[in-house]
Structure formats: C-alpha cells, structure tokens
C-alpha cells in the first residue's frame, strides 16, 4: 500500500483531535486551536508532512529543503523516507490525474502534442534504472569563504530506483527538427509569492542528454507513485547532471533551437565560473558556465562518524561512489590524512548513473582519534581532491573526500 502523500497528511491532521495532535508534537497544547489551524510544530516537521525519517536535517521550508546525513543513505537503494528534498517553490496544492497532461512544444517540434497520464503509460515501453540524483550544491557548507544558498553537507543525494518511459520516445512520437539543441521543462509549483504568472524553475538539457536511454519521464518511484515532494505524477530524470534539471510535477516540455532561457537557467543560477578564480572573487554573469555534468563523488555511509571501536578490533567501512558521465574504477580509503592509500572493494553499478557500493575492513595501529577519508575515481582518471575544489560563488561541485571520525579506545 502506497504511503499517504503530504495533501493527505494535512487532510488528516486538520481533522484530528487536539491529543492526537499534543502527541506528535510531544507536549500538551495549552490553549484551544483555532478551528482548521495545524501548529507550527507539525506542520514544519518533514516526518509528519512527507514521511520522511524523523533525524533528517530542514535547510528550509519556505520553500522545502531537507537533507539526509550520510549515515542514513547506507540503502543500496535509497528509499523515500531518507530523501533529501530539493524545492524552489511551494508543492503543487491540487493533483487531478484524470485530468494532468503532458505538452510538448517548441521552435524545434514538429507538432505541439498534448498527452493524457494514461496514454502515455499505455503508448511508451516502460524502463526502471537506479539513477542517482544529487543537488548541484551538494557540499556547499565546505567553502570559505561561504557560498549563497542552503548549507548542504554532504547529504543532498539519492539513488532511487525510477520507473518510466524514456525521453527520446516521447519526442520521436511528436517529432524534433535537426536544429533542436534544447528540452525545457514546465511544471505545476507555484512561485513562493502565489503569483501564477510566475514560473518558479524552467531548466533543461542538451538534446543528447534527452536522447539517451537512462533519460526518463517517470511516474513511479521505487515500485510506488512518485511521492508528491519528489514530483508526482510526472518527473523527468535526467541522471548525471545536476538534479535542478530533473523536473518534478511535469506539465510541459519545449523543444529549443537554441540553449533553454528559462527560469534559473541565466548565471549565476546553476553555473561556474568558466576560468577558476580567486576565492571570494565577484564573478560577472558573462563569465559564467551552465554546469552539465556532475564530478566524480563518494560518500562513506557505514559506520557513522563519531564510531568508538576497541583497540586491536577492525572496523568494516561501506559506502557508495558515483560519478556524471563515466563509471567508477576505483575506491580507496585512508586513515592517516591522505598520507597513504588502501583499496576498497568494489561493485559494478546496476546500470549506467546508478551509484555503485564499495565496502573494506580497516585496522588501526593504536588507540587513539582517526579519520577515514574515501577517494573515488572514475574511467577517465578523474579521481576525487582531498581539499575542496575550486571555489565558485554559489558554492556547486564541491566533490573533495569524504571523511568520517573514528576513536579506538
């Protein structure tokens, strides 16, 4: 049975009791609630609204922004309940399935086609990948000087399991002319000032990333309904970039003949700078570049920092490594610095942009305080920095190693 989604919750809770309501917050309400009201102490609580698990950390909820920590992404398979949530405006309040549909349009369709949900899970073949998804901001909290936008630490990442059709079906059945180089998408939420004219976020991907197989609209999630915070019923997925171009709630896509202009797609928004430059520069819009592809990452999961393990015991290590083009190599793990490097075991991933697991036994020589940093590298030799990599104003692609503490007593 699918999870309730958030309408749902607040359906329920606008009509239960005031001691039901005393015990999800964990203390008595003193006074009598205004008819309809749902406190703050709910209603900004991530568990009761979405599900999800109760030590997620809120970046924001105006609008949502929730991060997992890294100890809580040790699934394989990242499910809903340990999803970072990444919004630019507020969840769609109404979701009628009978009547969504999905437009393509654009300079470079051949047709404007409009389809109903059920014709297009009913005309498409239906795919299902483990796809990563990682916020472009993703290890923002690392830079200094700091960066503009929500502190992420390393949390803002996932590999759900997507099920779907893929791009490239939807857009051979309408047709695209040989000068498409863009897909926008356009989707239901709606601006944080409730002004309906305005579009909150409207990215989109080069025409070869639409074209590719692990390219997909999807409408399940983990064998379920997409949640409504992750984008039901229709998200695009668009693994290997930056999640901001995975759409959520999608309604419409435009195919350009020339680089998408719309929402957030202008610098600074989800762009570098071109050239590196010096921390704390002030970087002109002109001189910055649409980020596209994600760098080579790992994430240790298992155990949590902060472990304490007898002396002469070993110390069994896991994570996941991945990486926006390519595949992983190899992963290896050090405990004195980055002065010395051992090699992890490692799997091959379930399908391209899915993020694939590595795991190794530790020993330490002595008692005392460790770290255990993780180093991933990709086919193409890209391995990870040990420090943060270059600096950017709004503080993106922060790929340096992970690192966890370990004391043995």
Not at 99 to 107: A, I, N, P, Q
Not at 148 to 161: I, K, R
Not at 210 to 229: C, F, R, S, W
């Amino acid at each position: 049975m699918n999870q309730p989604n958030s309408r749902d919750r607040r359906a329920f809770l606008k009509k239960a009791s005031l001691g039901s309501m005393a015990a999800l917050i964990g203390a008595d309400i003193v006074y009598a609630l205004p008819s309809g009201y749902i406190p703050l102490g709910i209603v900004n609580d991530p568990q009761t609204l979405f599900g999800k698990h109760k030590d997620l950390i809120v970046r924001n909820n105006q609008p949502w922004n929730v991060e997992s920590p890294a100890h809580l992404l040790d699934d394989r398979i990242t499910p809903a309940d340990k999803m970072f949530i990444r919004n630019n405006g507020l969840i769609p309040e109404k979701i009628d399935l009978d009547s969504w549909t999905l437009t393509v349009k654009g300079e470079s369709a051949n047709q404007e086609k409009t389809y109903s949900l059920a014709a297009l899970k009913r005309q498409f073949a239906q795919y299902t990948y483990q796809l990563v998804l990682e916020c472009g901001g993703n290890g923002r909290a690392e830079y200094y000087p700091p960066a503009e936008g929500n502190q992420w630490e390393v949390g803002a990442v996932s590999c759900a399991e997507w099920t779907g059709f893929r791009l490239k079906d939807l857009l051979l059945d309408v047709g695209i002319n040989a000068n498409a180089v863009y897909v926008g998408y356009h989707s239901a939420d709606l601006h944080l000032s409730r002004d309906t004219n305005k579009e909150v976020i409207s990215r989109g991907i080069p025409i070869a990333k639409a074209m590719e197989n692990e390219t997909l609209i999807a409408y399940q999630m983990n064998g379920k309904d997409i949640p409504l915070v992750h984008g039901h019923p229709l998200r695009l997925i668009a693994s290997g970039f930056p999640a901001s171009v995975s759409g959520k709630w999608l309604t419409a896509l435009s195919v350009r003949d020339r680089v998408h202009d719309g929402e957030k797609m202008a610098a600074p928004s989800y762009s570098i700078p071109c050239e590196p430059v010096q921390p704390g520069d002030d970087v002109p819009n002109e001189n910055m570049c649409i980020i596209e592809k994600m760098p080579v990452k790992s994430l240790l999961t298992y155990p949590k920092s902060g472990a304490i393990i007898p002396e002469k015991n070993s110390l069994g290590i896991r994570g996941h490594a991945w990486t926006g083009e390519n595949s992983i190599t190899k992963v290896e793990y050090s405990v004195d610095f980055g002065a010395t490097w051992y090699p992890c075991q490692l799997e091959k991933a379930a399908n391209r942009f899915a993020w694939q697991h590595f795991n190794a036994t530790v020993s330490f020589p002595k008692k005392g305080y460790y770290e255990v940093w993780a180093r991933a590298t990709d086919n193409s030799g890209k391995t990870q920095p040990m420090l943060t990599p270059g600096w950017n104003p709004k503080g993106y692609l922060n790929n340096a190693c992970h690192r966890i503490a370990v004391k043995v007593s």
